[in-house]
C-alpha cells in the first residue's frame, strides 16, 4: 500500500457493499409486512380489522350457498359450451381451421374445468369441508370454507394447486369464507 493513501480500492468497495445491504435491509423491513411468514395466509382484501370479521360472519349463510352457486355457474357455462361448440360445428361458413381452433378454445376450457374439479377433490380429501377452485388467465383463486388457516393449510393447498397446474405459487390466491 501507498504512503498517503487512506483508503484503498477495495476497502471503498466493500463499505458500499455494506451500505447497499444495510439500505435493502432497511426497505425489506419498512415494506414487508412484519407479522407474515413464508406460506401464511392472510385476507385479500389485506385489512384484519374486526369490522370486516363482523361483516364475514353476518354473511356466513351466504357463504354456504356460494359453493352451490359456484358449481351451477360451472355446469351452465360449460352446457353453453357444448351449444356453441355443436352450432359452430355445424356451420358451413366456417373454415376448417375456424373449426380446429374452436375444438382447441373449447379442450383448454375442459382442461381448466377438469383442474379445477381435481383441485377441489384434493381440497376435500385433505380435510377442507367446502372448496371452490376457479382458474384465470393469469393464475388460481381458491375459496375454502374455514375459520381460518394454518400456515400448513395454507401449504397444503398451494401444494394440490402446484402439483395440478403448472401455476407459479405467486400467482395462487388463497380467500377464506366462513
Known amino acids: ?23 435493502a435491509i432497511w426497505l425489506n423491513m419498512k415494506y414487508s409486512s412484519s407479522s407474515k411468514y413464508l406460506g401464511q395466509a392472510t385476507y385479500v382484501n389485506g385489512s384484519s380489522s374486526e369490522s370486516s ?17 359456484v358449481k351451477k355457474e360451472r355446469e351452465k357455462t360449460q352446457s353453453e359450451i ?3 361448440v355443436k352450432e359452430t360445428l355445424k356451420s358451413e361458413k366456417l373454415t376448417d381451421e375456424d373449426k380446429k381452433s374452436a375444438v382447441a378454445k373449447v379442450e383448454q376450457l375442459a382442461d381448466r374445468m377438469e383442474k379445477e374439479n381435481n383441485i377441489e377433490s384434493l381440497l376435500k380429501a385433505k380435510g377442507f369441508e367446502k372448496a371452490a377452485a376457479i382458474i384465470g388467465d393469469s393464475g388460481i383463486n381458491i375459496v375454502v370454507k374455514s375459520d381460518g388457516l394454518t400456515a ?15 401455476i407459479e405459487l405467486s400467482a395462487i390466491k388463497i380467500v377464506t369464507v366462513k
Do not use: C, H, P, R
Open 152 to 166: 400448513a393449510q395454507t401449504l397444503q393447498i398451494q401444494d394440490i394447486v402446484m402439483s395440478e397446474t403448472k
Open 82 to 84: 357444448e351449444e356453441t
Open 53 to 69: 370479521a363482523v361483516e364475514t360472519s353476518a354473511k356466513a349463510k351466504e357463504s354456504t350457498d356460494y359453493f352451490t352457486e
Open 1 to 23: 500500500m501507498k504512503k498517503g493513501k487512506v483508503f484503498g480500492k477495495s476497502q471503498i468497495a466493500v463499505t458500499a457493499m455494506v451500505l447497499a445491504l444495510a439500505a
